[in-house]
């Protein structure tokens, strides 16, 4: 009898538990599906993630701050300086060191170089993880302008101090005073004679 | 069997020559052929059309089936399974087809080559013979045969020795283990499935299963034989339990327990070879959930069937169209319970596959057997005066 009660137990556990689990993937089935479709769209990252760099090229001062923070040496970076601007010839993170510490971006004193959301990096070739953040090579745009202003500027005052002299030497020859022709030449604009290289 | 074709001259031939079991194609056949064609030639035409339709089921069954099985696994787990190739992934298994068709044919060393090469040929070919007795529609068929289940239940069994075939000739113990457990399980859960189904059987008092499902037309499907007795549901579950079982399907997917046997009597087949082994699950699964239909659930009953017979008249094409897509669904619908079980439960052991098979299942089934019979001489006859 009692092998009988089990036997009877048994077979209505099987019936229940089964139609209690259908009850719950039936559920599961009816539900919107949690994942996304990835590389199409995305799941929000959050904001303090640290995916791949970016810089603002624009503030970067060249201090080399952030290459001598990073501890695995990732981060190579050059530029020339004409004066006040500078003409960029380099700046790489390479991601096969790159550890995504973020101890590049603490000590930079423009703030200039952020982590950014970018975490998929795939490629078939080692050399592409070497990731150039210049945006533009060379000399921005406006930085070309404002030292081309600049040079303007100078010339302008040379020739007014030229015409000044030259005014002063009529007067002076006027005068009678025997003086060397030309005033010391003054020294190139800063930049002047690097811009060609 | 067409009632709304008139008679032709080699159509009442091979009416008159094709004692009982007719093709519907052979009858069609004449109608379509120019001229009068010999009787040879239409009955070989018929084969050979015949043959294409259900290679084209199966092939296209178990496209779908996967594709079903794929999106069903996913939502389950809440994903979205394929989306890629196709609106939501539907070429997905005409890239995976492709995919098998270029694999390499590998033969291990040391198999048994013979052997190894016949066994899913002999696996799908007994399938597509038990396809013969699935009623696509009331007028057209591949076989009315008068013991329809019989032959299905007999075919969909000598499957089973295909697989044991794959799993001694690949000479791997992954193989072998698994088609030993194919072969215990299927003698086990035969018994039980046999004994199940003759609950409809006896209400129905045939095997044929055009004639079966003709037995349970009516609007709402009242006449269905589920609701006829209450034995049929316990009869239902227990026939769809020992189909799990039948079908290798999880939890009953002891042959190949990929967790335990790699992929079980398959482990060393791979391309076309494996593939027909996976046709051959899913178009299985189809049948069975087709003779389910049948039996429990009303075949081409539907009211949708209904309203054709009334509107276009019985026998008519639309009839037969709507009881045909009635039929398929009821089929597909059979084919995603045995996914959301699969996606349910975890898989059992095999000391379990044998108590439930061989302590719970044909007991209860007899007890079915018993009850209804019981119920429809006693009962019913009380009950109807």
Known sequence: ?197 | MIAYLAPLPAAAAIAASADGGMNAVAELLPRLLPGDPPVWAVFVLAALVSVAIAVAIVALVALFGTWLERKVSGHIQCRFGPMRVGWHGWLQPVADGVKLLLKEDLIPTGSDRVLFVIAPALVLGCLFAAMTAYPIAPGFFFADIELGIFFIVAMTSVTTIGVIMAGWSSNSKWSLYGAMREAAQVVAYEVPLGIALLVPLMVAGSFDLIEVSQRQEGLLGLDWFIFRNPFMLPAFVLFFTAILAETKRAPFDLPETESELVAGFMTEYSGLRWAFFFMEEYAAMFLYCIVGAVFFFGGFASPLTWAAAEVFGTGGIVHNLAAAGTLLLKGFAGVFLMMWVRWTLPRVRIDQVMTMGYKYLTPLSLLCVLGAGVWEVVVADLWRG
């Open chain 1, 1 to 197: 009898m009692k092998a009988l009660g089990r036997y009877v137990s048994n077979v209505v556990d099987a019936v229940v538990t089964t139609a209690v689990g259908m009850r719950i993937t039936a559920r599961y089935l009816l539900q919107k599906p949690i994942t996304v479709q990835y590389p199409d769209e995305r799941l929000p990252v959050p904001d303090r993630f640290r995916g791949v760099h970016y810089l603002e090229q624009e503030k970067c001062i060249n201090c080399l701050a952030c290459a001598r923070a990073c501890p695995v040496a990732c981060i190579e970076m050059d530029a020339v300086r004409h004066g006040k601007e500078l003409e960029w010839v380099k700046f790489t993170i390479d991601y096969q060191k790159c550890m995504f510490c973020e101890l590049c971006v603490y000590p930079c004193p423009k703030d200039c170089i952020h982590m950014g959301t970018e975490f998929a990096m795939v490629s078939e070739d080692r050399r592409d993880f070497v990731y150039d953040l210049l945006s533009y090579r060379g000399m921005a745009r406006d930085a070309k302008v404002r030292m081309a202003e600049a040079e303007k500027a100078k010339q302008a005052k040379e020739a007014a101090k030229k015409a000044k002299a030259a005014a002063g030497d009529k007067a002076a020859a006027a005068a009678g005073a025997a003086k060397p022709e030309k005033p010391p030449k003054p020294p190139p604009a800063a930049g002047a004679g690097e811009e060609e290289a």
